[in-house]
């Protein structure tokens, strides 16, 4: 189960700067339009086949993509142990030479399968990964071994990726071309590695369900992640916030911050309907970890930010320290997980009382229907803010622009022309 405590983000616990119960207002948004709403109704069958099969014969599951081709999965293989034998690595979400040919020296590549994952087919960092690939496998395995090893997931036809993928007769997987990447963690692309884990892939989108059950209303009080949305839109409106933190206790969630950090900036940074620069920056953190960095800031720097907590209610182990000591014997008996909820709980209470807005979701542990409902709290979420900030939520031209200068910059012919104007400007 998931739930959203904003009591101190409001009047009266927050005094100064706060929005106060009367600043809600009901909203008239269709969620049917939602294309990554359909994803939460699909037929998991075929993803399971594919599942299987590389559970049956591969240790190592290697995910090569970028933004929302890696960080729904990237948050999936943190957040649980794997129930199979095969482990989820990634590669690709970097051009990093040192990071490359570490990944090769430390593997045998004999044990892999790589799913190439481009929704676009054209990623710089994607296709070049590809292919290095490629010439490792046929290095060290020989040539007639490529396609035992790569599969490509990619949703453009006519894309390069596409088109190697065919070149070398790989197994395609189609991705949904209506989708955006970054929404994209419920699809083939996160179900599959969370499949590949020997996890249970149709809970995730019951956990999903459940929250879009719960969002059928246009009343925030009725609907958190409405509610979520427009805290942070008059929070930004009407008090200057323009910063939005999210801080797991959780290591398991530590991943999600990244996630999101995607999600929020791709979606919502961007030029509204009048031409106006919109944005609320999203900042990834850790709890405990950050309250001894960030927390100093967010407490007696500037009012500027919003912190969400994400609180897991029950940890599947328990920890306890047995050791007594005089030095410390207010820890005698404690458990961890006492520990790391008595320090968000501290944390959330000294920013009220310095008036800095802070809520908190609850999860009431890490299992497949949280994870899923969590991926979707916010993706209606920033659905919602996208809606009240008059911004297209789904395109991403800032990211595009330099796509092109890269292909440009790289020597693609079609962009030859930017090349030379770009070389001019850089001179
Ligand atoms: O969300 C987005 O659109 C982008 O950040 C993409 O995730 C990223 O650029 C990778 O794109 P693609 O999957 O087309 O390789």
């Not at 939520?393 to 595009?400: A, D, I, K, L, W």
Request: glycine share 8%.
């Amino acid at each position: 189960m998931i739930t959203y405590d904003y009591k101190y983000m409001i009047y009266p616990s927050i005094k100064e700067n706060s929005p106060s119960q009367y600043d809600f207002f009901q909203i008239n948004f269709s969620k049917e339009s939602l294309t990554f709403r359909d994803l939460i109704f699909d037929d998991t069958s075929k993803i399971k086949k594919v599942g299987e099969f590389i559970r049956s014969k591969f240790k190592y599951y290697v995910i090569v993509g970028i933004g929302g081709s890696d960080l729904g999965s990237r948050v999936i293989a943190e957040a649980f142990k794997s129930k199979s034998n095969t482990e989820v690595l990634f590669i690709g979400a970097n051009t990093d030479p040192m990071e490359i040919s570490d990944f090769f020296e430390n593997i045998d590549i004999k044990d892999c399968i790589f799913n190439v994952i481009s929704k676009s087919g054209e990623t710089v960092e994607v296709i070049s990964n590809f292919l290095y690939i490629v010439s490792q496998i046929k290095d060290k395995l020989g040539e007639d071994k490529v396609k035992d090893h790569i599969i490509i997931t990619t949703a453009e036809e006519g894309s390069t990726l596409l088109n190697l993928g065919r070149k070398f007769s790989l197994k395609i997987i189609e991705g949904k071309k209506d989708v955006g990447d970054r929404f994209s963690a419920l699809s083939v692309i996160g179900l599959l590695t969370a499949d590949v884990l020997g996890l249970d892939i149709d809970k995730f989108l019951e956990g999903a369900k459940d929250i879009d059950k719960k969002t059928e209303n246009g009343e925030p009080k009725e609907n958190d992640p409405l509610m979520f949305a427009e805290l942070n839109f008059i929070n930004y409106k009407k008090f200057g916030k323009n910063m939005s933190v999210v801080m797991p206790y959780s290591a398991k969630l530590h991943n999600f911050g990244f996630w999101y950090r995607q999600l929020w900036a791709e979606s919502l940074g961007k030029k509204d309907k009048e031409g106006n620069n919109i944005g609320i920056t999203p900042i990834a953190s850790l709890g405990s970890t950050d309250q001894h960095s960030q927390i100093q800031l967010y407490n007696d720097g500037p009012n500027d930010k919003i912190i969400t907590f994400i609180e897991v209610s029950q940890f599947d182990e328990l920890v306890e320290i047995d050791t007594l000591t005089k030095e410390a014997d207010y820890l005698y008996k404690k458990s961890f997980n006492d520990i790391i909820h008595i320090e968000r709980k501290s944390t959330s209470i000294s920013l009220m009382e310095n008036s800095r807005a802070n809520g908190t979701i609850y999860l009431d542990k890490i299992n497949e229907e949280n994870i899923g409902g969590l991926f979707y709290f916010f993706e209606l979420s920033v659905s919602y803010l996208g809606f009240l900030l008059g911004v297209d939520t789904f395109n991403q031209p800032g990211v595009e622009k330099g796509k092109q200068y890269m292909y440009a910059l790289l020597g693609k012919e079609e962009f030859k022309d930017l090349k030379y104007k770009l070389e001019k400007i850089d001179e």
